[in-house]
Nanobody, 118 residues
Framework: VQLVESGGGLVQPGGSLRLSCAVS????????ITWYRQAPGKERESVAT????????TYADSVRGRFSISRDNAKSTAYLQMNSLKPADTAVYYC????????????WGQGTQVTVSS
C-alpha cells in the first residue's frame, strides 16, 4: 500500500499549487480521500474530503472558496488545487484514504511541504 503526495513547494502569497496523491496497493474507489495539514506547533487538521464516487466535497472553513479537491478513480489519484495561498496555509500536507467500516481502515501518505512566503 502506497500513497505518494507530490506538488508541494515554496510559493508567494496569492499563488497557487496543485498537490497530487497517487495511490497503489488497494482499490482506490472504495476509499474516501481526505487532505490534512499540520503546521509547526499545531494539531493536524482536515482540509478537504471527497467521497468515493467524487461527489460533493467538504472543506474546512479556512480554505473554502480557495481550495478544490478532486479525484480520478481511473488513475487512482487525488488532487488538491490550492489558490490564493496565504502564509497561514504553510504546513505539511497529507493525503489519507479511509475505507468506511467498523472499524474504518485508513492509510496515510508521507506528506509534502507547502510554504507560502514572500
Amino acid at each position: 500500500v502506497q500513497l505518494v503526495e507530490s506538488g508541494g513547494g515554496l510559493v508567494q502569497p496569492g499563488g497557487s499549487l496543485r498537490l497530487s496523491c497517487a495511490v497503489s496497493g488497494f482499490t482506490f474507489n472504495s476509499f474516501v480521500i481526505t487532505w490534512y495539514r499540520q503546521a509547526p506547533g499545531k494539531e493536524r487538521e482536515s482540509v478537504a474530503t471527497t467521497t468515493r464516487a467524487g461527489g460533493t466535497p467538504t472543506y474546512a472553513d479556512s480554505v473554502r472558496g480557495r481550495f478544490s479537491i478532486s479525484r480520478d478513480n481511473a488513475k487512482s489519484t487525488a488532487y488538491l488545487q490550492m489558490n490564493s495561498l496565504k502564509p497561514a496555509d504553510t504546513a505539511v500536507y497529507y493525503c489519507a484514504a479511509t475505507r468506511p467500516g467498523s472499524p474504518p481502515l485508513t492509510y496515510w501518505g508521507q506528506g509534502t511541504q507547502v510554504t507560502v512566503s514572500s
